[in-house]
C-alpha cells in the first residue's frame, strides 16, 4: 500500500522503486521501534533547499505518570516552540481507502 501511496501521490516513476523506497522506510520505521515502553519518537519532516530535512525527538513521560496514549496531549519542557502543524488524520485514511 505505501509502495501505491508513493506512485500515485508522491511521484515514484514505477512500482518497483516505490516497492524498495517502502520497504527502506519500513525498515527504518522499525528501528526507531527499540525504545522502552512508554517512548514515542517525534519525527518533524520538511523539504529544505531541494532535500529533505528529519529531525527526531524523544519524548519520555515524567516519573511517576504511567503509560500515556499516542494521540494524547504531552508537555514539552525546555525545547523550542514547534511551530503549528495540522495533519489531516480522517483524510489520510480516506485517501488509504480509494
Request: glycine share 8%; charged share 25%.
Amino acid at each position: 500500500m505505501l509502495a501505491a501511496q508513493l506512485v500515485t501521490h508522491f511521484g515514484a516513476p514505477d512500482f518497483a522503486i516505490a516497492r524498495r523506497a517502502a520497504d527502506e522506510e519500513i525498515d527504518f520505521a522499525v528501528s526507531l521501534c527499540g525504545h522502552s515502553p512508554g517512548v514515542l519518537v517525534a519525527v518533524t519532516r520538511r523539504l529544505e533547499n531541494g532535500a529533505i530535512r528529519e529531525e527526531f525527538r524523544t519524548l519520555r513521560p515524567r516519573e511517576a505518570t504511567g503509560h500515556t496514549r499516542a494521540f494524547e496531549f504531552l508537555e514539552v519542557i525546555g525545547e523550542d516552540a514547534v511551530p503549528d502543524e495540522h495533519v489531516d488524520l480522517a483524510g489520510l485514511v480516506k485517501g488509504a481507502h480509494s
